[in-house]
């Protein structure tokens, strides 16, 4: 599947990461996108003008704003590569694109790496672009087909294994100790972290909360424990 970024801000992070190859404008917008064409043109990328109802085929009903970059399917790295850095977010079953692209961005932001499962998840899909806000260009993920045997390879290579989990059976992230390479595990939206998932973790932590919320949306968990896991290292 190749890849597709839309939308004006995310098509020039794509053209600057190097990651399109192709970059086609609504016709009848292009004075609008004038910054968009030059850099696609300054970058030696193919430029096609079409109409909207193209544009908007190609976009998949994803707002695009009157420009759309495609190019090699989103290339994801190797298990080992991933493992190497010092903070990595693996994602159990997050099927919502919005919080992926969430995700993927805060991961970006603290410079962690990502373990995505291969089924019953959400892909690099064009509304994971957005949600993103173009940090996708810039993410560095593994796709893998079963994560407890990935968890495992991580323990195996080192890294501690936090999940993230309520209170009720947690520790508060902060007590966690420290030790070197953290893998911090975000479960799903409704059910959290699955049984043999839970079991491949080291710790289960929480995020203290006052207010009478029992639970975080999955990327605001998964962005609030990146900042904590990087103030405390």
């Given at each position: 599947?190749?890849?597709?970024?839309?939308?004006?801000?995310?098509?020039?992070?794509?053209?600057?990461?190097?990651?399109?190859?192709r970059?086609?404008?609504?016709?009848?917008?292009?004075?609008?996108?004038?910054?968009?064409?030059?850099?696609?043109?300054?970058?030696?990328?193919?430029?096609?003008?079409?109409?909207?109802?193209?544009?908007?085929?190609?976009?998949?009903?994803?707002?695009?704003?009157?420009?759309?970059?495609?190019?090699?399917?989103?290339?994801?790295?190797?298990?080992?590569?991933?493992?190497?850095?010092?903070?990595?977010?693996a994602?159990?079953?997050?099927?919502?694109?919005?919080?992926?692209?969430?995700?993927l961005?805060?991961?970006?932001?603290?410079?962690?790496?990502?373990?995505?499962?291969?089924?019953?998840?959400?892909?690099?899909?064009?509304?994971?672009v957005?949600?993103?806000?173009?940090?996708?260009?810039h993410?560095?993920?593994?796709?893998?087909?079963?994560?407890?045997?990935?968890?495992?390879?991580?323990?195996?290579?080192?890294?501690?294994?936090?999940?993230?989990?309520?209170?009720?059976?947690?520790?508060?992230?902060?007590?966690?100790?420290?030790?070197?390479?953290?893998?911090?595990?975000?479960?799903?939206?409704?059910?959290?972290?699955?049984?043999?998932?839970?079991?491949?973790?080291?710790?289960?932590?929480?995020?203290?909360?006052?207010?009478?919320?029992?639970?975080?949306?999955?990327?605001?968990?998964?962005?609030?424990?990146?900042?904590?896991?990087?103030?405390?290292?």
């Amino acid at each position: 599947m190749s890849r597709v970024v839309v939308g004006h801000r995310f098509v020039l992070e794509a053209i600057a990461a190097g990651t399109v190859r192709r970059v086609h404008v609504d016709r009848s917008r292009k004075r609008k996108l004038s910054d968009v064409l030059s850099a696609a043109r300054r970058a030696g990328l193919e430029v096609r003008e079409i109409s909207r109802d193209a544009l908007d085929e190609l976009a998949g009903g994803v707002r695009h704003q009157g420009v759309v970059a495609t190019g090699p399917p989103f290339r994801f790295a190797p298990l080992e590569e991933v493992l190497r850095a010092p903070l990595v977010v693996a994602l159990d079953e997050i099927t919502d694109p919005h919080n992926l692209g969430a995700i993927l961005r805060s991961a970006v932001a603290f410079g962690a790496t990502v373990l995505l499962p291969k089924h019953r998840a959400a892909g690099i899909t064009p509304a994971v672009v957005r949600a993103s806000a173009g940090a996708t260009e810039h993410a560095t993920v593994a796709q893998v087909t079963n994560l407890q045997r990935a968890l495992g390879e991580a323990s195996d290579a080192g890294l501690q294994i936090v999940g993230l989990a309520g209170k009720q059976d947690a520790i508060p992230l902060s007590d966690v100790p420290r030790a070197g390479a953290r893998v911090l595990v975000v479960g799903s939206e409704g059910k959290g972290l699955r049984r043999l998932v839970r079991q491949r973790c080291d710790f289960l932590a929480s995020i203290p909360m006052r207010g009478p919320t029992e639970s975080l949306n999955a990327s605001v968990a998964a962005a609030i424990a990146l900042y904590e896991t990087v103030r405390l290292q």
